[in-house]
């Protein structure tokens, strides 16, 4: 069964630390492992994605995921945090054999000044 | 505009009522999904569309929910006979379907209150 996971609800940093938001999955075919953020009272944003090749991916807003295949994981990441990137974070990965994305529970980012 | 476009923003209703949720997808997206979030939580799975193929209503939670996409464009979600454990947020996804690694291009959602 595809599943992913984020094992954690919520994530404090302070402003200008590195961050790093936690994701784990289940598929039973390669995966396509995405990165979603939410701010209020809007739909989920496409932030990076990953589908093969360099397991070090770069998005949008200076965000960058690892991928590592042996501990089925796909953490993001972002050298220096900012306060504007307080938002909820979402994991998602879809199966090559399937079109349904599966979505972890989410995950909300504080980041304080 | 350019965007997944979904009607209406917000929708309060009374507890029995039926209610329509509209989503216009981005132009020349074959695939269409729907979602519905509580409070801020994950995204729970309803249904999903692909063209000219059955829809996957594998996420439906009852037979009070329903769905339909017109000419492989518009798509309106439909609740019957509405509960309290209704209210949520219901958000619209699009994405082309040619190659596995699109992703999914999201509404701002409806939010619904059943009162």
């Known amino acids: 069964a595809q599943s992913v996971a984020q094992p954690e609800d919520q994530v404090n940093v302070a402003e200008g630390n590195p961050l790093t938001v936690k994701c784990t999955y289940s598929?039973?075919?390669?995966?396509?492992l995405f990165w979603y953020v939410q701010y209020p009272n809007r739909g989920l944003q496409f932030l990076l994605k990953?589908?093969?090749?360099?397991?070090l991916v770069k998005g949008s807003y200076g965000f960058e995921a690892e991928f590592n295949k042996s501990q089925t994981s796909f953490h993001l990441k972002k050298p220096s945090a900012l306060v504007s990137d307080s938002a909820l974070y979402f994991c998602?990965?879809?199966?090559?054999?399937?079109?349904?994305?599966?979505f972890g529970s989410g995950t909300k980012l504080n980041v304080k000044p | 505009g350019a965007g997944v476009s979904q009607s209406p923003s917000n929708k309060v209703t009374e507890k029995g009522k039926d209610v329509e949720l509209r989503c216009d997808p981005i132009?020349?997206?074959?695939?269409l999904y729907w979602y519905r979030q509580s409070l801020g939580q994950g995204l729970e799975f309803l249904i999903y569309?692909?063209?000219?193929?059955?829809?996957?209503k594998s996420g439906l939670p009852s037979d009070r929910f329903s769905a339909e996409r017109t000419g492989g464009s518009v798509s309106t979600l439909t609740i019957q006979r509405t509960q309290q454990e209704d209210s949520a947020v219901y958000l619209c996804?699009?994405?082309?379907?040619?190659?596995?690694?699109?992703?999914?291009?999201f509404g701002d959602g409806t939010r619904l209150s059943i009162l």
């Open positions: 598929v039973s075919g390669n995966p396509y």
């Open positions: 569309f692909q063209g000219n193929s059955a829809p996957d």
């Open positions: 996804a699009s994405s082309f379907n040619t190659g596995r690694a699109k992703p999914q291009h």
């Open positions: 990953y589908i093969t090749g360099d397991n």
């Open positions: 998602a990965v879809r199966d090559e054999n399937f079109n349904k994305f599966y």
């Open positions: 132009s020349g997206h074959t695939a």
